[in-house]
């Protein structure tokens, strides 16, 4: 382990001039992801500024949507009344989510700045862009099993290994960021970045910022489900996932939200897919040809071509689960 400072911090506006002080400082909640990073060699911050004590714990909502502190922890927003009321996505999403005891510590800020979990990523002795900017890819043309479908580069072709912010996307939510210069929104869309050429960034959180909360805003959904696909049942990464949210009358869709997790660098938006759903009746052959549109762009690698097959199904049983 390599030597670091630890510091506490009580409010956000001290984590934040923390953290603005010292470009090699990183904060620290649950810590379930960066201290394996830590533990590897993967990363080694020069400071750990801890925002347990922080006052960012509640789940609260109004008729604009619900707001979930980012240190409120994975099983706790999975197991709050009004997620399992208002948004059953995304408690499914949660609980899909790597084990009972990480999901104990690890909190909702966490879980949406989590890096991928490709293994050259972790194995120091690999080439990797993500870890060291022009080192090379190792998954490149390694055993990309893993790795992404949409959106690579010829630089990383990572996937964001979460579940939560598949079903966050496909709710539209919204990242509360405090900064230097106050508080911000970015659209969960536009919050994950795709990997171009610089892949060591995995999103647009500038220096000093800090995820104080995420915003669910109301919606009309009446369906949904979230499907993942993986290689055993628990603790695993997802394959393939697929987060559906629609609003049916009348057996017919008036609107809908896709997603995709394990297929791309960022929470993969089925746009074309939510477009062509719209008015549409609720049968096998409408879902089958959604799913047909959903991967029609796909790209794979050597070892990932299974995905395009998997991902077609998988897009099929959700809409048939969040309609039944
Ligand atoms: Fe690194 Fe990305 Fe290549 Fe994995 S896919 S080795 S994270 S550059």
């Known amino acids: 382990m390599i030597n670091f400072e630890y510091t506490r911090v009580n409010s956000a506006k001290a984590a934040v001039a923390a953290k603005s002080k010292n470009v090699a400082a990183q904060f620290i909640a649950g810590g379930t992801n960066l201290v394996d990073l830590m533990k590897k060699g993967v990363t080694a911050p020069q400071r750990l500024i801890d925002i347990n004590a ?3 714990k509640d789940i609260s909502s109004d008729a604009k949507g619900l707001s979930i502190g980012t240190l409120v922890p994975n099983s706790v927003a999975a197991e709050n009344k009004l997620v399992l009321e208002k948004y059953p996505l995304l408690a499914m999403a949660l609980n899909a989510g790597a084990s009972a005891q990480l999901r104990n510590m690890a909190t909702v800020g966490g879980n949406i700045m989590q890096r991928t979990r490709c293994p050259y990523f972790y194995d120091i002795t690999m080439p990797c862009n993500k870890r060291i900017p ?3 890819c190792g998954a490149m043309e390694g055993y990309n099993r893993m790795h992404a479908i949409f959106g690579a580069s010829d630089k990383c072709i990572a996937v964001h290994p979460s579940d939560m912010c598949v079903a966050l996307a496909a709710l539209n939510a919204t990242v509360v960021i405090s900064g230097t210069k106050g508080e911000k929104k970015i659209p969960f869309a536009n919050f994950h ?3 171009g050429d610089t892949p060591e960034l995995d999103n647009n959180l500038q220096t000093g910022e800090l995820i104080t909360a995420v915003h669910i ?13 993986r290689d055993r049942l628990s603790y695993a ?6 987060a559906v949210a629609l609003e049916v009358t009348d057996g ?9 997790g394990g297929v791309a660098h960022k929470p993969w938006r089925l746009t074309e897919v939510e477009k062509y759903l719209i008015g549409k009746s609720i049968t096998a052959n409408v879902f089958k040809e959604a799913a047909e549109i959903g991967m029609k762009n796909a790209k794979t690698y050597q070892h990932n071509q299974f995905k395009v097959k998997m991902g077609k199904s998988a897009i ?3 809409l048939t689960k969040a309609t039944s």
């Open 54 to 56: 922080l006052p960012l």
């Open 193 to 195: 970045r795709l990997p």
């Open 134 to 136: 022009q080192s090379g």
């Open 316 to 318: 099929v049983e959700a």
């Open 217 to 229: 805003p109301a919606n009309r959904f009446n369906r949904s489900y979230y499907l993942k696909v």
């Open 252 to 260: 017919s869709i008036r609107s809908a939200s896709i997603a995709m």
């Open 237 to 242: 990464f997802a394959l393939v996932s697929v």
